[in-house]
Nanobody
């Protein structure tokens, strides 16, 4: 099982980025996927989650209305579209797979994710 995160970079305030999380070794259409981020000196925090069937999404309040999580089952990939970026969005972003098959429920519990990507760095300049 592997998760490969990509798409990070340097962007100005108000700009956009799309992060990708390509999975191998399992089928993402059967698992909930999540995005987390970790800023320097801070703990890793939940950003967004999408249910195994793509029917439910959940966001931390600070990104609601700006970020959108989605899945492309044909590509076995989860995405995070980030718009209206702010300096406080600067962090390393990690994608992860929920440990339970076909899980629907709380998506923000970090300890319930069993596989993690390597992280992709996002820097938003002011």
């Amino acid at each position: 099982v592997q998760l490969q995160a990509s798409g990070g970079g340097l962007v100005q305030t108000g700009g956009s980025l799309r992060l990708s999380c390509a999975a191998s070794g399992f089928t993402f259409s059967y698992y909930t996927g999540g995005w987390f981020r970790q800023a320097p000196g801070k703990e890793r925090e939940f950003v967004a989650g999408i249910s195994w069937d793509g029917g439910s999404t959940y966001y931390v309040d600070s990104v609601k209305g700006r970020f959108t999580i989605s899945k492309d089952n044909a590509k076995n990939t989860v995405y995070l579209q980030m718009n209206s970026l702010k300096p406080e969005d600067t962090a390393v972003y990690y994608c992860a797979r929920h440990r339970r098959w076909q899980y629907s429920g709380n998506y923000n519990r970090r300890h319930e994710y069993d596989y993690w990507g390597q992280g992709t760095e996002v820097t938003v300049s002011s």
